[in-house]
């Protein structure tokens, strides 16, 4: 649960991080590196607040991520929000 998490938060923190690094840099000075860059992190950032949110969701939803419903509602709902996505379904 929280190993995952945690792993999960590190990885889109990281690629954010990198992303408005390169967008900053870009700024200064443009080259078509920095852009074509910027075009891959700006997808990779998408894919992982789209993959793992979803991931993240999925396990709180079927209650395997955490020992309590509540814990898993809580994670789940919060999860859910940076990729647009409802926690609850039918």
């Not at 020992?67 to 990729?83: A, C, E, H, R």
Request: charge should be positive.
């Amino acid at each position: 649960g929280f190993l995952q998490l945690s792993g999960n938060i590190l990885l889109i923190l990281l690629s954010g991080w990198l992303l408005l690094t390169i967008w900053h840099t870009t700024m200064i000075r443009y080259s078509i590196m920095k852009i074509f860059l910027l075009i891959i992190f700006i997808v990779w950032q998408g894919f992982l607040l789209s993959a793992l949110g979803f991931a993240c969701q999925h396990e709180c939803l079927h209650m395997t991520a955490f020992k309590t419903k509540k814990l898993n509602d809580m994670v789940g709902f919060w999860s859910s929000i940076p990729s647009f996505s409802f926690y609850y379904h039918e």
